[in-house]
């Protein structure tokens, strides 16, 4: 296993200076929910042709944020393959986040934060949203939509909503629905949060929301990025700064060091009530057929992946084949388990170049 | 996929009135606290025969207790593997335990609770209290000692602290040490325990513990149990008594319902500060070698158990091979998860059947 792989991926992407903020106006859910404005924060890279037929919309995972230059570093840049010397490569933050776009930190109207007044949102909101930004930047049809995990799912949600806009789309390590076990560890997430006391029914203040909950939650996200030989290698058995055993319930070992120091970094960058509205599209999530999209598709999965298992993937291509579209399954053999389509430059890499050329 | 063995495990025990209460005296730990007595509840079943050479010791796991007739109705009772008609089994609630023996609920001298004052003890210390209490019994030698996952372990302790006094072993769904992975799962249910604020640094009123952690802690529990497929087999995506989402942070799905349900009901039977120091137990084991050991093993694995994986029985009987001692290791396949040690009495039962006999 490559040990630089596992530097540290950059899911704490800096709001950087090249963010920007679009302001889109009045936004109705899919569920009949009416903001009278939203907000959609986005970054972009590369330069929109004339033809305005080179624009690549890239989709975030659940803690991602507009900064795709940062967490997808191994696929997208000058010369990568989403190549930001030949396509137009944009990003933004999804509705119902937290990192500049309009979620349940966001002051509503009365000067509050929405709170537990943000409503439920689901993946088609998000890409209804991103469709705006797209019109709000002149373009009317994307040569790709990519993403993965949730940002999969938004990738999917454009093929069968906004087909004639999407001529490409590669999804890795998602999936078509949740699986009860995947709505599981989601659950386990919310309830930690929950049933945290200064959850306050979604109501705190943002200076003191539940952390240790939301710590807790991201815990957990953090054992199922990896696999079981992910941690045997990055950490094995090995103490955190000693020889011995403490004996207490303190950090003993380097991996609990390492899950304590994810979970509470997490909580100075992310909002609680949008893992809980994140977490809730998700797992409402369920995508029946492909029938209804005209792009042509590829799709990644990862041996050691199992939060998004390939058999998910491979059901996703089945999809798409059976609605008479242009399809590949991928199943790449890393050990890295979920966090591989964030790490896997190379592999997946050399089948996006090719799929987007 | 038969759905009787989905049937809830008989994990909740009753208090039976065959639970005896053995009071053992004073007790040194492996690192040196001394406790002025100990007691260490039991149940039997069977006959002690006049030679006293038909006793089998059960282990129980993180959460089990003494009535192993209950969690492992299927291995245990007349005519079953481990038979009641013809050995005499003795399973008794381990020391840090919360089910009658001394444990951090337990009252100190000083009439209250050891809460923070109960030391970090060893799966060892758990052995040598057993040890006391078959010293109690009258035997000096089992037949066999026989557990799954953490009672693998203590079958282990066992097997090489008091090699004189154990003819066989079985070890199922075990190994020989936590990996990185498995110390993470426990961490982050310790965590959700401690950073409940009801869990006061560990000296909480007995009727008013942190119940909100150690729920979430217990619901991540059941999902280690489970496999992804046994997951799907028994929920899917089905909604909890509704035939459409109720779009909110309640309960939408089955799975939902049941993680909940389990969480919660497993505070009115278990001590927070007991789950703490019974993980840490089992993040602290390791076995290095089986060369102590006399005993003939019998390791059993599940394909579907990536809690403790195969490949860690693997290793154990590899160890056993290693010291010059008789041993099998039982590769079965069922898609229970780390649950099958628990829901199979047939492939299981057969093979400890004739191991015993």
Redesign the interface.
Same mark, same amino acid.
């Given at each position: 296993m490559d040990s630089a792989l596992f530097q540290e991926n950059e899911r704490t992407a800096a709001v950087t200076d090249e963010r920007q903020i679009a302001d889109l106006g009045p936004f109705t859910t899919e569920?009949g929910y009416d903001f009278s404005s939203i907000q959609i924060a986005y970054e972009t890279w590369g330069q929109l042709n004339e033809a305005k037929d080179n624009a690549i919309l890239v989709c975030h995972a659940l803690s991602g944020d507009a900064h795709a230059i940062g967490w997808w570093s191994r696929l997208i840049g000058p010369g990568k393959a989403i190549d930001t010397d030949k396509y137009f490569v944009i990003c933004s933050n999804v509705l119902g986040g937290c990192q500049g776009s309009t979620g349940p930190s966001s002051l509503a109207e009365d000067g509050l934060p929405f709170g537990s007044r943000f409503p439920?949102i689901s993946i088609n909101d998000m890409v209804d949203a991103q469709a705006r930004l797209v019109d709000h930047l002149g373009i009317s049809r994307l040569h790709a939509v990519a993403g993965g995990s949730m940002g999969g799912m938004q990738a999917l949600a454009w093929s069968v909503r906004h087909p004639e806009r999407v001529q490409k789309c590669f999804v890795t390590a998602s999936g078509a629905?949740?699986?009860?076990?995947q709505?599981?560890?989601n659950?386990?997430g +919310?309830?930690?949060i929950?049933?945290?006391?200064k959850w306050r029914g979604g109501d705190y203040p943002l200076n003191d929301q539940p952390k240790?909950?939301l710590?807790?939650a991201r815990?957990?996200g953090?054992?199922t990025f990896?696999?079981?030989d992910a941690?045997?290698q990055?950490?094995?058995?090995r103490l955190q700064g000693k020889d011995t055993?403490s004996?207490?319930?303190g950090v003993?070992?380097?991996?609990?060091s390492y899950?304590?120091y994810q979970?509470d970094k997490f909580t100075s960058r992310f909002d609680a009530n949008s893992l809980?509205v994140l977490t +809730?599209a998700l797992?409402?999530f369920?995508l029946k057929d492909l029938r209804a999209a005209t792009a042509e598709f590829l799709f990644a999965s990862f041996t050691s992946d199992?939060l998004y298992?390939p058999h998910q993937s491979e059901t996703l291509h089945q999809m798409a084949i059976a609605a008479g579209l242009k399809s590949e399954h991928v199943l790449i053999d890393l050990p890295y388990g979920h966090d591989a389509f964030l790490l896997d430059g190379d592999v997946q890499g050399a089948r996006v170049r090719a799929f987007l050329g």
């Open positions: 569920r439920i629905a949740h699986s009860a076990m709505i599981g560890f659950e386990v +919310r309830q930690a929950m049933r945290d006391p240790d909950g710590s807790v815990m957990l953090h054992i990896l696999s079981e941690f045997g990055k950490f094995a058995r055993f004996y207490h319930f003993e070992f380097e991996v609990e899950l304590n979970g809980l +809730r797992d409402y369920e199992w298992p």
